[in-house]
């Protein structure tokens, strides 16, 4: 199989490397961080409720599977999908400890694999068009931004005119960040729960005041990790703002904030 096929192509045929990377698809994995959750609070007269966002997905954004941007379009793209939706229903290992997807979807991989093989130059000419370029937000994505935009907006609105009740964090649930400069990319932690209480969302202002990333519980809980969103840092970015609403045994909306600083480059 040649060049920018090689590591799929060795994965498609059972025979060759059961311990290929894509051996992965039978395993749980922890999903990354979200920038901007999918669960989106709608602020009533009677508190907050969340229900998922209704914007269809995509197999290109699944993030279990870094491939699937990739091969999941193009002239083998159907092909792709049949085959990925054989692994997922063929999850876990056989008596012998060889994944189960191995066996049971050997077809759908020789044909994967002989289309892939027919159909190089289009997924090499994809490489050198993707390598060296920032990926684009996807329409998905750029709908989620809009829609916590709204969702922040009416937040701050209700934090100017004094409806929200704007608290600095206590100590015990004060968030945490991380950020990696060489990627611009920055991480936030927050407390699951505040006096038995749960967290409802969270979101991060940049200097400006523009909404850089937000979620939900639902959307931000990482298990053991806590909640957490990730955010690209852009230049010049010097601080953020976290924000955290959450839920109180009577009707108050509390709001703690916290202005924390960001690293620079040495």
Known sequence: VSGSIVGLGVLMHASTSPRCSMEATSRPKRRRPPTFGSSVPKITTRGFTTSDT??????????????????????????FKRWLACTDEHPGKDASGEPLHLSKCADFADTLAHCLESNTEYYTKYDE?????????????????????????????????????????????????????????????FVPKKDGHPIIAAYILDDDGNVVA?????????????????????????????????????????????????????
């Open 54 to 79: 209704t914007i269809p997905a995509d197999i290109a954004d699944r993030e279990d599977c870094p491939l699937c941007k990739k091969f999941g379009s193009g002239p083998c793209g159907e092909v």
């Open 214 to 266: 937000a979620g939900s519980k639902e959307d931000m809980d990482m298990g053991g990790l806590g909640c957490v969103l990730q955010f690209k840092v852009s230049e010049g970015m010097k601080s953020t703002i976290g924000r955290a609403v959450y839920d109180t045994p009577n009707d108050d909306v509390l709001v703690f904030s916290r202005t924390m600083m960001l690293p620079r480059n040495k």
């Open 129 to 189: 068009e993707h390598n060296n370029i920032q990926d684009e937000p996807t329409e998905k994505e750029k709908d989620l931004k809009d829609a916590w935009k709204e969702f922040v907006d009416e937040m701050e609105d209700g934090i100017a005119s004094g409806k929200y009740n704007l608290l600095p964090y206590p100590e015990e649930i004060n968030p945490k960040m991380q950020v990696q400069l060489a990627s611009r990319t920055g991480a936030a932690f």
